[in-house]
């Protein structure tokens, strides 16, 4: 007999009861937020532990906690290179790009961009992160409410609403920390709510430990030991390498992680959230992989217990719903709930962040009362709020332009990177040069995609690979200004 999930009436109380926290926290923090430097980065005072925490919460969306079980089940281990590239890559973004941020005293990483390149060239690229959020953040939302809708009776609508509204108004009302502090317990229930389900399904399947791993073999998803590079297929080694730049990318130049790290007292601070974030990283990615193929044995043993339909990133909330008590089943959704509204919160408190802080503050000409600009980042928070519930709502209808959209942040999120490495590291590297890096790598990326259709885990490192190359070498044939004094790694100084 196939099992049925149902919501319940606990568990929406312990939903409802976590909303009411949420709210709480926002609120608590709302009388604090008289300036940008405290709306923005906490006051440049969090814990580093809250920030290692909330770097985790922030870009592991609820996306990513019920995929990685799902393809783990459906296909193999492999993303657990995710979490290993991402330790590798965290001494190369302590030594590359946060002295920086923290000697130029920086609300945004695209101010480093400034510095180094001009203001063109720091509205270029906060302008393509703004763009890239925005997609980013309907989608967020979506995907976990569609997973669970599926195997709940909670409305998808409803889902969405909620999670979109809440998170909006306890970010608009308590600024980044309100955020870093909601992210905390999300963090907390996430994790306590995996370990939970790892150690049922010990419990549930036969021979435990053995017995998952005999099934996993069997299945041939632990065979991921092939370091042949296929660019039309996944491979470990594939996996590493674009996980080593999608770290660099993400920790290393995007806002929402590096508005993180700034909100430390110290650069000493920052250098522990890193190492401690990519340790919370490898740990929950080795996590969350282990419960995908504890679920693989599970309904291999009992294959009457999974209905047709049920896969991919419906398999962790179905589990949780059929498998867990009561009580249990409701915190843990809303754990899913909790990484959807956390990375929401991240997005739309950067991206206004980012508005403020390099656009509108830039092109002002008169300087601006703190409290406005406060007001300000405020309305903006909830415009960019009801914005993305909007995206959301509609997704399926816009689901080919999002499509779309998904591949030209593809294009660009390589070229970032590489425009922030260039000016690290090459001291004749000039915008136009890197333009003109860039204007050769869109079409050379549209045919890798769309004509030769290279396996996705290639884009980010070709996009990269090209436009550095090419950027570079423009800069030497085009020329220009050499780069400012200590804005460069060679001639950094150490005061």
Known sequence: MQETASFGALNYSICL???????????????????????????????????AISMFASLSSASSYMALPGLAY??????????????VAAPFLILLFYPFYRKLNVTTSYEYIGRR???????????????????????????????????????????????GLLATAYTALGGLAAVLWTDALQFLILTIGAIWIGVSLLNNVPDGWSGIIEVAHSSGNLDVFSWK????????????????????????????????????????????????????????????????????AYFQYFPDKLPAGIGGDKLLPFYIISQLPNGISGLLVTAILAAAMSSMDSGINSVSTVIINDFIKPLRRRKSEEIKDVKLARILTVCLGTF??????????????????????????????????MGILMKCATLRGWLAGV???IPIMLWIMLIKEVHFVYFLPFSFGITFMFGSMASL??????APKNLTLWDRSSS
């Open 17 to 51: 009861i976590y909303i009411a926290v949420m709210f709480g926290i926002g609120l608590s923090f709302a009388k604090k937020q008289t300036s940008t430097e405290e709306y923005f980065l906490a006051g440049r005072r969090i814990p580093w532990f809250i920030v």
């Open 74 to 87: 459906m296909e193999n281990i492999s993303y657990i290179a995710l979490g290993v590239m991402y330790v």
């Open 117 to 163: 390149f001009g203001q063109s060239g720091r509205f270029i690229v906060s302008a393509l992160f703004i763009f890239m959020r925005l997609i980013w953040l309907g989608i967020v939302i979506y995907s976990p409410a569609l997973a669970l809708s599926v195997v709940t009776n909670i409305n998808l609508y409803l889902a969405i609403i909620l999670m």
């Open 229 to 296: 590079i296929n660019l039309f297929e996944m491979s470990v080694l594939a996996l590493a390498i674009s996980s080593f730049f999608g770290g660099m990318q993400d920790y290393g130049t995007d806002q929402v992680t590096v508005q993180r790290l700034l909100a430390t007292k110290t650069f000493v601070g920052m250098v522990k959230a890193t190492w401690a974030n990519s340790i919370i990283t490898l740990f929950m990615v080795t996590l969350l992989t282990f419960l995908g193929i504890g679920m693989l």
């Open 388 to 421: 993305a519930v909007a995206i959301a709502c509609f997704v399926d209808q816009l689901g080919h332009i999002l499509k779309a959209a998904a591949v030209l942040t593809s294009l660009f999120t390589g070229p970032i990177l590489s425009l922030f490495l």
């Open 439 to 441: 204007i050769l790598n």
């Open 477 to 482: 044939l085009l020329g220009g200004p050499q």
